[in-house]
């Protein structure tokens, strides 16, 4: 080997000390120049183990590896020899990812791509999601994460899910368990903290695939959650923005689920689609929202495609009711006031189905 034994102790030595203090509370100090020296030192660790595995001194260096845990500062969990060499770097990534000290959104990115994970699989990535909601990392600083590394295209959308089937879960298991002995006081504060949940980021999208996750829950489970979405939906359900907090294949799903759901849903679009008027101020002609028509309500993300989209969604379920149902409804509507619309609604969608 080129350096000489004395010094890849050292070094190794120094990578031990950095991963035990990346476990306490000394790296909320820590800057970014702090973080990049200490996945140097880890990748160090990795190189040298590729470099000795299967050589002849391999047994030595390994023994002399071991000799390092007799040193005070060398304050790990892990048995210190070779083998964990190999696991530098994913041990140092599951250190400052689980270390609830770690608040830095910047910094947690840059564990991210320091570590190789958002060049990596879905399930690594999934596996770092997890590991920083063992810290009980709040769901809001979770999904601001997100928007930070929306950019990385295919480990955003892993990253979206891994979220989500976390958050799912813990609300699952929260649910159960204040469920279990329900009184008149539990009741109305469990429905509060309802309230407030849909109210955050993604909160409607995880109530929504909790409901869809129910059926090996307890019956009162599945009615509580049932009649708080639906009591929560006939609220709001006049103005379109609440789909725009949800997946339209979680719409669909919960639609093809609950019959009363997708009465409330369709309703919407049709409502939604009410708000249209034709402009022959360009052309072609396109159809626009009408700031008279539409009660107020916000027009991001609001336009004829995206209501195209939806109802495309529910026609993919084909022979199914809800597929039935919305073309019977597609039907009815363009023989109706406003029929236009839903005439182009039928031709975009015919084009959208054969592409």
């Known amino acids: 080997m080129k350096m000489s034994l004395k010094n890849i102790l050292k070094n190794i030595y120094t990578f ?48 002399q590896v071991r000799n390092l845990a007799s040193f005070p500062a060398v304050n790990v969990a892990e048995p210190v020899d070779m083998e964990l060499l190999s696991r530098s770097v994913d041990l140092l990534r599951q250190a400052f990812l689980r270390n609830a000290q770690l608040l830095d959104e910047l910094i947690l990115v840059q564990v991210f791509q320091l570590s190789g994970v958002c060049k990596s699989s879905a399930a690594q990535l999934e596996n770092s999601i997890q590991e920083l909601t063992q810290r009980s990392t709040p769901s809001s600083q979770l999904f601001s994460l997100m928007k930070v590394v929306a950019g990385w295209e295919a480990g955003y959308s892993a990253l979206c899910e891994a979220v989500l089937e976390t958050q799912v879960e813990s609300m699952l298991l929260y649910l159960h368990s204040s469920l279990e002995t329900i009184t008149a006081e539990n009741d109305r504060l469990l429905t509060e903290k309802l309230h407030r949940f849909v109210q955050q980021d993604q909160g409607l999208e995880i109530i929504f695939n909790v409901a869809l996750r129910m059926d ?4 009162d489970s599945m009615v509580y959650v049932r009649e708080f979405l639906m009591a929560h939906l006939q609220a709001n359900g006049k103005k379109p923005e609440w789909l725009w907090k949800v997946t339209k294949g979680t719409l669909a799903r919960l639609a093809e689920k609950w019959p009363d759901f997708y009465t409330i849903y369709i309703h919407t679009l049709v409502a939604w689609g009410k708000c249209f008027e034709a402009d022959f101020t360009v052309t072609p002609f396109h159809w ?5 028509s539409c009660g107020g309500f916000s027009l991001e993300s609001c336009s004829f495609s995206e209501l ?15 597929g039935m149902a919305t073309r019977k409804k597609l039907d009815k509507l363009c023989g109706e006031e406003n029929f236009a619309l839903w005439e182009d609604v039928r031709v975009e969608l015919k084009t959208a189905a054969q592409s």
């Open 16 to 63: 031990l000390e950095i991963l035990h203090t990346a476990r306490t509370d000394a790296v909320s100090s820590w800057d970014s120049q702090a973080v990049t020296n200490a996945f140097h030192w880890a990748k160090y660790c990795e190189r040298i183990y590729k470099q000795a595995k299967g050589r002849s001194f391999y047994g030595e260096l390994d023994q």
């Open 216 to 219: 090996n829950h307890s019956k």
């Open 288 to 292: 626009r929202l009408s700031k008279a």
């Open 308 to 322: 195209c989209q939806h109802l495309l969604q529910l026609l993919q379920q084909h022979d199914s009711l809800i």
